[in-house]
């Protein structure tokens, strides 16, 4: 059998990115041992870490890596002297949405999971969102992110324009409907037709579209609705599709259903090199700390092997994640009482990956503070 050869570009960034980003490059590295890939890492700067080593977010150089990888590996970007400073004219985040627009990144994919041993951790009744299992779709390189803004002359008032066209909107709903054939066949849009003509314009290429995907239903809800039926019956939702802003509070308001944006991952794809990264911020409070959860960069990393068409190596780290969750190695945000390190926790994953290791002896060689290395 000929061995799978990969470049991946990781893009670790700041505060607790490289923390995670070592973690998912360790699984994914088990995956490669045990079904006999070959993945090589291209570590590159973005983010604040850029700004102050080269003045630029992202680099040409980082850049020209992501075009030359198979896939990219974000952990996070930000820094609270850009947060906290309104007026700076060259940010973090301009690095990301460059990033998108220069990959051709237009549809962002959230997967958000009730996982049984966690639903204490939300702040969600137990019964409402037990089972939940939903696919959110947000476009990522059009609307008000991506639209004219500014001041006006006097620097009283300020604009932000939201575009779109009939493309932008085609080729991710396509996207979506062919994700929903291979769940349960439903598909929401989230739009506010109601009042934003850029909405009405979603909600009519939707309805053009779905008659090509006759097994799929297809409903809609006003975005104000959307965010509290998200809370009061996530159940109902199988796969979502909506526009980047919308997409943007959706996804992060669905977080709370896992119990922490620590466990959710996403993707990043368009017709070139796509790109995955979990949900969370950089979270510089606990940067060097050994407290950030690792298991959404790693569950991001499992998207990047189904994207590669690796399923039986993606169920593998799947399942690891699962008896990590099962068996409470977790990092102090899901377990309080017997917290393990970031590194314990991709450990204890990587091991499961490898070939999988005696839970109890694992739980207890981390009680007596043995370190594991692999």
């Known amino acids: ?13 700041d505060g607790i990115g490289p923390e995670v980003c070592r973690e998912a490059i360790k699984v994914l ?73 220069s990959l051709g990144l237009y549809a962002n994919i959230r997967p ?3 996982y049984d041993a966690l639903l204490a951790h939300s702040p969600l009744k137990p019964e409402r969102i037990s089972g939940t299992d939903m696919l ?25 324009h939201c575009t779109y066209s009939r493309e932008e909107i085609e080729r991710i709903a396509h996207r979506a409907f062919q994700a929903a054939e291979t769940r349960r066949r439903k598909l929401t849009l989230v739009d506010k037709a109601n009042v934003l003509e850029t909405s009405r314009l979603w909600r009519e290429v939707v309805q053009q579209i779905a008659p090509q995907y006759p097994e799929v239903r297809v409903d809609y809800l006003f975005v104000d609705n959307a965010a509290m039926q998200v809370i009061l019956n996530p159940k109902q939702f199988d796969v979502i599709l909506t526009e980047n802003m919308f997409g943007d509070i959706i996804s992060d308001e669905a977080s709370v259903i896992a119990g922490s944006l620590g466990l959710l991952p996403s993707a990043s794809v368009g017709d070139q090199v796509a790109l995955f990264e979990p949900i969370h911020g950089s979270y510089p409070q606990a940067k060097g700390r050994g407290i950030a959860n690792p298991i959404a960069t ?16 993606a169920d593998a780290v799947k399942a690891a994640v699962q008896a990590a969750l099962d ?31 005696d839970c109890q002896m694992y739980k207890e060689n981390i009680a007596v503070g043995m370190s594991t290395i692999i």
């Open 298 to 313: 790693i569950l991001s990393g499992a998207m990047l092997l189904e994207h590669f068409g690796l399923q039986e190596e």
């Open 29 to 101: 590295e088990a995956v490669a041992e045990r079904f006999g890939h070959q993945f090589t890492f291209d570590q590159q700067l973005m983010g604040a870490c850029a700004i102050d080593a080269t003045g630029d977010p992202l680099p040409q150089q980082t850049l020209d890596a992501c075009f030359a990888a198979d896939a990219v590996l974000l952990g996070a970007i930000g820094d609270p002297k850009y947060d906290n400073d309104p007026s700076a004219k060259v940010r973090p985040e301009q690095g990301l949405l460059r990033l998108r627009k």
């Open 136 to 160: 959110i779709f947000r476009e990522l390189t059009g609307g008000i992110y991506f639209g004219d803004k500014g001041r006006t002359d006097d620097g009283q008032g300020a604009y932000d």
């Open 112 to 114: 958000v999971t009730a």
């Open 327 to 357: 068996s409470n190695i977790l990092t102090p945000e899901l377990n309080a009482l017997t917290p393990c390190s970031t590194e314990q926790v991709g450990n204890f994953i990587a091991y499961q990956v490898a070939g999988g290791i």
């Open 1 to 13: 059998m000929d061995v799978l050869k990969k470049k991946i570009a990781v893009l670790a960034g």
